[in-house]
């Protein structure tokens, strides 16, 4: 019997990956994935060491120098944050890293943004709220930049560095641990954006996850965390401390300044060790979009007008802040550019204002539009992820059924292979997951199948209601 994510643990005991991680003794893959959830541990994974980035890069990434409009090619990119049942790392595609045109400027207070809603409601406009102008009155904290250099600012050509760990916490920030059933899975960074325990983080960081624990690293003090919502294609999550309060938040603005060639700290849980690290960078570009490339329990997709920085952030630092020098956080970071050096690396960031819209759309429950609110959207099964793509037969084969799934009343059977999901065809467990992500549960979604084999006997089509996925 294989686990499936959100319903059986893994067996064996929990050997030591990272000061604070820890992955099952398991085989290096495992056939089945959790549909809607996460693939359970995919071929070549490597266990009983620490997670980190993968082999060398396959070419010098372009250099960035702050030249808006410019396009880089061949860049490898990895997310941030460390999850022990994926490979190594998250590897965006280095197909696709663009500037869309000349508008460099963060999206403004007012401007609305079509939502069609899952079952056809009226638009809702994301609108800067409560949220934003709280978090613009909250106290700022202490942070420590070098002094300014003289002349230009060399990059560093040394090897990556995690940081400088911090001997104190930053108020506003915490540590996110995700897990699974009897150890721990994965760790990033989060931002407090309530006093009440509301904090923000990308959703990779929990994806695929059946619990959180976070750690503020202010008062050190620990809590219980649930999903409130999130955003996949925007890669945002909202979180829930239970039995929080008076928490000290993020100080920002909603329209705060940023510019080419500013001065940028970057403050993350470094290499998921569990401590606060510092970085030093540069605004290099005012709006990147990167195409991503799937591994693991995070689709493949793209993640638009992102802030870049000379900063080389590494894994852990995902939903963490990117300050300026008062203080104030202008990013939340979720990417990096890859490279056997610090000179070839890049971070990447949320511009704030994106990360407060989506955020106030959540906490106001309004679904739609890629966001949904709570655990998202699922078919209740388990598919085979160990067999290369078949062309004579496509689509994922169906392993087993979770006790709530309503395909088995199409009649769909195990071994069948799922091959369209509203019409767009379905070859890897990547399509699925990008399918899957902007849907939400209780929405009706057609589906296509084949039989066992990819034959005809025992292929239909049909009209089915997603359910909620039993994990993050």
Not at 59 to 67: C, L, M, N, Y
Not at 87 to 98: M, Y
């Amino acid at each position: 019997m294989h686990p499936v994510f959100g319903n059986a643990p893994p067996p064996g005991g929990a050997p030591q990956l990272a000061p604070y991680m820890r992955a099952p003794q398991h085989p290096a893959y495992s056939r089945n994935a959790a549909y809607g959830h996460s693939p359970a541990y995919p071929h070549g994974s490597a266990y009983g060491q620490r997670p980190g980035f993968p082999g060398p890069h396959r070419g010098r990434p372009a250099r960035r120098r702050g030249r808006v409009g410019s396009n880089i090619a061949a860049l490898l990119v990895v997310m941030l944050a460390i999850t022990a049942w994926l490979v190594p790392s998250i590897v965006l595609d280095p197909s696709t890293i663009s500037n869309p045109g000349p508008d460099t400027t963060q999206q403004q207070p007012g401007q609305q943004k079509p939502d069609p809603g899952a079952q056809g409601e009226a638009a809702v406009p994301a609108q800067p709220g409560n949220l934003a102008k709280s978090l613009s009155e909250a106290k700022l904290p202490t942070v420590r930049f070098p002094p300014e250099p003289k002349g230009p600012e060399p990059r560093e050509t040394g090897p990556i560095k995690e940081g400088t760990v911090l001997n104190k916490g930053v108020p506003g920030l915490v540590i996110v641990e995700s897990t699974m059933p009897g150890y721990l899975a994965g760790g990033g960074t989060g931002l407090i954006a309530t006093p009440d325990g509301y904090v923000i983080t990308n959703y990779h960081v929990v994806q695929g996850s059946s619990g959180i624990t976070v750690q503020d690293t202010d008062t050190k003090k620990r809590y219980e965390a649930t999903l409130v919502g999130h955003n996949a294609l925007k890669d945002i999550a909202v979180l829930k401390l239970n039995n929080a309060s008076n928490l000290r938040t993020i100080a920002t603005r909603y329209d705060e300044k940023v510019t080419l060639g500013m001065r940028v700290t970057v403050i993350g849980n470094g290499g998921a060790k569990g401590v606060l690290q510092q970085l030093y960078g540069r605004i290099t570009d005012l709006s990147v979009n990167i195409s991503t490339r799937a591994q693991g329990s995070v689709p493949g997709g793209s993640l638009k007008n992102l802030l870049a920085t000379s900063a080389d952030v590494v894994q852990g630092y995902s939903g963490g802040a990117m300050m300026n020098r008062d203080g104030r956080v202008v990013g939340m970071t979720v990417a990096a550019s890859e490279g056997p050096n610090a000179r070839m690396v890049y971070g990447y960031a949320i511009p704030i204002n994106t990360v407060i819209d989506e955020t106030q759309r959540i906490l106001d429950g309004n679904g739609g539009d890629g966001t949904v609110i709570g655990r998202p959207a699922a078919f209740g099964i388990t598919i085979r992820t160990d067999e290369k793509p078949n062309p004579r037969a496509p689509g994922l084969i169906i392993e087993s059924f979770l006790e709530d799934s309503p395909l088995p009343a199409l009649g769909i059977k195990k071994g069948d292979r799922i091959t369209k999901l509203n019409g767009k065809t379905i070859e890897s467990y990547t399509d699925l997951k990008r399918a899957l992500a902007p849907l939400e549960p209780g929405q009706k979604v057609s589906i296509a199948w084949s039989g066992k084999g990819g034959g005809k006997d025992g292929a239909g089509q049909g009209t089915v209601t997603l359910i909620r996925s039993s994990v993050n």
